[in-house]
């Protein structure tokens, strides 16, 4: 496969490459790449050296991703490349993340593959995940478009770092994501993961108000960084009230790994506590992951409380939505069922 040419890019007076395709506003010289390690600048144009190039497939359920209130209990086609525009120093995929693609066992599929992949395996939707997703954003639109063209769905889950006008392009045919808020604080930003807080709360504002995409949210507490009483409380209140009470929070338990090895796990007294908060500040649908805790995994209604949607770690147990409404009082569950 010939390496693609990039979307989003200038070329600069002094014959550099600005990549405009997130935040971070790359200049790269010839023969280099930018922070993603695969936006290339070749001979004064750019290419992006994951499209085609996924380091491999899995079918998860969607409830993995995690998303709740999208297509509940249904399994999802999920890929990622090499690369990643941000350096989160707690990374969970650090070996895909902090890889060139020449580093690892990448595989040749062409958009058509990936959603021929999707339709042999019977799965109604793809997500684009494992590293961040914008940096192989031309890779994500043509698979996409094609995949709804078959009526499979396409998921996005990301830490909602690009661009404001890119962005117009990468989700154009995207259903679902769920955003990664690491944090509510703009030190944790900055310390952690290289980036900034107000480009990705930008991002969600965007998506809520202006796209048609189903919006769920995560956040990985982790502990003595972004799990006290008031940042929990701060970035619930946030969500409630600027995104509204209907966008489903995750809160999910943090396990040592890659630069953050001397850190403990996350407690699942705190992912209660985070819970409860969310609740208290009026967000409707709040979940514990990455935990065995049947209750904080539960879709509940708003209304009567009555358990609808009750799952045990990534598993459906029962699902008493009818025509996405409760069962017992008719409330109306917020989400794609």
Not at 24 to 30: A, E, L, P, W
Not at 110 to 121: C, G, M, T, Y
Not at 182 to 199: I, P, Q, R, V
Not at 279 to 297: L, R
Request: net charge negative; hydrophobic share 35%.
């Amino acid at each position: 496969m010939e390496l693609k040419l990039a979307n989003w890019w200038e070329t600069q007076p002094n014959g550099k490459i600005l990549c405009t395709l997130c935040p971070r506003y790359c200049t790269i010289g010839d023969g280099q790449k930018g922070f993603c390690f695969i936006r290339e600048n070749n001979d004064g144009k750019l290419y992006s050296t994951g499209y085609g190039r996924p380091t491999g497939f899995a079918i998860d359920p969607i409830e993995k991703k995690p998303l709740s209130h999208f297509l509940p209990g249904t399994e999802v086609l999920s890929f990622g490349t090499a690369g990643c525009n941000l350096g989160c120093k707690f990374c969970q995929n650090w070996t895909m993340s902090k890889s060139k693609i020449d580093e690892v066992n990448s595989l040749h599929a062409s958009p058509e593959d990936v959603v021929e992949l999707a339709i042999k395996n019977g799965t109604p939707s793809i997500a684009y995940t494992y590293n961040d997703p914008t940096i192989f954003g031309e890779y994500v639109i043509d698979i996409s478009k094609l995949a709804r063209e078959e009526n499979i769905k396409s998921v996005m889950v990301t830490a909602g770092y690009i661009d404001k006008e890119a962005r117009k392009d990468v989700y154009k045919y995207i259903d679902a994501a769920n955003v990664d808020l690491k944090a509510f604080s703009e030190m944790f930003y900055h310390k952690l993961t290289f980036s900034h807080l107000n480009d990705v709360l930008d991002t969600l504002i965007w998506l809520k108000n202006e796209t048609d995409v189903w919006l769920e949210i995560t956040t990985l507490l982790i502990p003595d960084e972004n799990d006290s009483l008031e940042e929990i409380k701060q970035l619930s209140n946030w969500i409630a009230e600027n995104l509204g009470q209907d966008v489903p929070l995750h809160f999910t338990a943090f396990h040592p790994t890659f630069k953050m090895r001397d850190h403990t796990n996350t407690p699942a007294k705190t992912l209660d506590m985070a819970r409860d908060i969310a609740i208290k500040e009026g967000v409707n649908y709040c979940y514990t992951g990455n935990v065995h805790d049947i209750d904080g995994q539960t879709t509940y209604c708003p209304i009567c409380k009555e358990p609808l949607i009750i799952r045990d770690w990534h598993s459906v147990l029962d699902n008493k939505i009818i025509n996405g409404k409760c069962f017992k009082c008719g409330e109306e569950i917020a989400g794609v069922f």
